[in-house]
């Protein structure tokens, strides 16, 4: 069992204040307090300096707390083994929104394959927010699309998955002007309305990271509407409403049918890992390794394990 303190440490590290801490665990501050000097004195090192009235960790005190976070995870993750010895084993998967239209239901599937006792949750959700649930133990592991603090978090690449321009007829009539041959520029898009993800959206960072690469911005385009469901911007786009920028695929059968067109720009191509993420240093790694084991043939051969 984790040692008490811990736990008080990593509540202070989420509010960094102790009133604030002391109020979450239902304990006094002067005890919060005691806490905190009883692990600086165990580690022989200050954990937190202070810049006027505010508060920040120090190196060795970000040291601390990236270890606690994943012992944390590893005591609910041991937990729920005990729990289920014997029984059916419960495994927790956050997938982001992509990776959950298109890939999660046959890895799942996969798994259970070879684990039909085992029952699986599958929290879907961006990138953001995945990576806060595995911090706070509230999920095993994780399939995302998106950036991720890869000091914090193991990992294995899943897939290279291509990031594209797509809009509907109306504005590829538009925009192609009859030159569906010639690339275009992203400068040539501006005059259109772009539909967006929200704010934690590894779909939406990526964007903004190469926008920002060649000195462009969101509030560069006409306009920009932000939605968090893919299949609502997919139906947006076929209408006429706007372009957006997704993963190939996303957007494979609607590009198929032609619903979709695909957009080439000549200063515009983009690549990006899909990827398995958990805790870094978590004891249990190789149970996670079993489900991303149990991929489809093919997956393995991308496997890029850190």
């Known amino acids: 069992m984790l040692d008490f303190r811990i736990h008080t440490f ?34 022989g090192t200050p954990l937190f300096r202070y810049e006027g009235k505010k508060m920040f960790l120090t190196e060795a005190g970000q040291q601390i707390l990236s270890v606690a976070t994943t012992m944390v995870h590893d005591q609910e993750f041991l937990r729920k083994i005990v729990h289920a010895a014997g029984g059916r084993r419960q495994l927790r998967l956050g997938a982001t929104l992509t990776v959950g239209e298109t890939l999660v239901a046959d890895r799942v599937k996969a798994y259970l394959q070879d684990h039909p006792e085992d029952r699986i949750l599958v929290e879907v959700a961006n990138t ?70 929200e704010e934690g959206s590894g779909t939406r960072e990526i964007l903004e990271k190469n926008l920002k690469e060649k000195n462009f911005g969101l509030e560069d385009f006409a306009n920009y509407i932000q ?48 990827a398995f993420i958990w805790r870094k240093g978590s004891v249990f790694q190789e149970e996670y390794r079993k489900f991303f084991a149990a991929e489809e043939t093919g997956a393995g051969e991308e496997e890029d394990v850190r």
């Open 10 to 43: 990593i509540e202070v590290c989420k509010y960094m204040n102790f009133t604030r801490a002391a109020e979450s665990l239902s304990i006094t501050q002067p005890t919060v307090s005691q806490h905190i000097r009883w692990l600086e004195n165990e580690y």
């Open 128 to 197: 953001r927010r995945l990576t806060e649930l595995l911090d706070q133990g509230e999920i095993d592991f994780a399939l995302v699309e998106g950036y991720f603090e890869k000091k914090e978090y193991d990992y294995a690449v899943y897939s290279l998955e291509n990031y594209i321009c797509v809009c509907g007829k109306p504005a590829a009539e538009r925009i192609l002007r009859g030159k569906a041959r010639e690339k275009r520029k992203i400068r040539d898009l501006l005059s259109e309305t772009l539909l967006i993800r």
């Open 227 to 274: 939605i968090n469901n893919i299949s609502a911007i997919k139906s947006l786009a076929e209408a006429g409403c706007g372009i957006t920028f997704l993963y190939e695929r996303a957007v494979e059968k609607e590009l198929a049918s032609g619903q979709l067109v695909k957009v080439e720009l000549e200063d515009f191509s983009v690549q990006h890992e899909f």
